[in-house]
């Protein structure tokens, strides 16, 4: 479990579902993404697919943010830990709409990049972005990670062919 000010960020959970689905299923706000749910039998599959076990090379982790004020879920942010050595991992968020704007995104990927490098000793973090989706972008030069790579058409999402740009940060640039 990670500790912000504002929130807490778990492992995803069974229960979670319902929450999940609702910001999840907004095919307007998640329109980059690679996944959008088209019904709760989806979001349960995701979770059920979550490892057991944190930090284990070549799986995807997915934890949830919870706002502390409301206690209310409101987004959350997926872990990839890469490669076998497990010194390189990739990290992508998703907020509620609702949510947009207040800083929650910053606030807590700053804190995961910082468990990521100081308590697991990562090296390097990447983040792949579609080149249109510019809050994205902001969130991740804001946190100040370097663009390194601009591939063309190299991701097909929703059954289309985009552009993918990587980000990565090294743990000596992570203040
Ligand atoms: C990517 C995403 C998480 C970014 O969310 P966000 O709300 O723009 O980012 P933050 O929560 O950090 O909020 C930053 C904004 O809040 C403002 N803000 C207000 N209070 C703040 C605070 N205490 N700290 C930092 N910023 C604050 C900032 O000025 C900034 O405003 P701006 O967008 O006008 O520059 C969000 O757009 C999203 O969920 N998109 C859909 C999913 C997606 O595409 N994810 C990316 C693929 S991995």
């Known amino acids: 479990m990670i500790e912000t000010k504002r929130t807490i960020i778990r492992p995803i959970e069974h229960k979670d579902n319902k929450q999940i689905y609702s910001y999840r299923s907004d095919s307007e706000t998640n329109k980059y993404q690679g996944w959008i749910p088209k019904s709760l039998k989806d979001v349960n599959?995701?979770?059920?697919?979550?490892?057991?076990?944190?930090?284990?090379?070549?799986?995807w982790f997915q934890l949830v943010i919870i706002e502390r004020e409301?206690?209310?879920i409101i987004g959350d942010i997926g872990i990839h830990f890469i490669d076998n050595d497990n010194f390189q991992s990739e990290i992508g968020c998703t907020l509620?709409?609702?949510?947009h704007g207040k800083g929650f995104a910053t606030e807590t990927v700053g804190a995961v990049i910082?468990?990521?490098?100081?308590k697991l000793g990562k090296h390097r973090i990447i983040t792949s972005i579609d080149p249109e989706n510019k809050s994205s972008i902001n969130l991740v030069e804001r946190l100040g990670f370097r663009?390194?790579?601009h591939f063309k058409q190299s991701l097909l999402i929703n059954g289309k062919w985009?552009?993918?740009?990587?980000?990565?940060?090294?743990?000596s640039d992570w203040k």
């Open 70 to 72: 409301t206690d209310k």
């Open 162 to 171: 985009v552009d993918d740009i990587i980000y990565a940060m090294l743990k």
């Open 147 to 149: 663009k390194e790579a």
């Open 45 to 59: 599959e995701f979770i059920s697919k979550n490892p057991t076990e944190f930090n284990k090379p070549e799986s």
């Open 96 to 99: 509620s709409k609702i949510i």
């Open 114 to 118: 910082d468990y990521l490098f100081n």
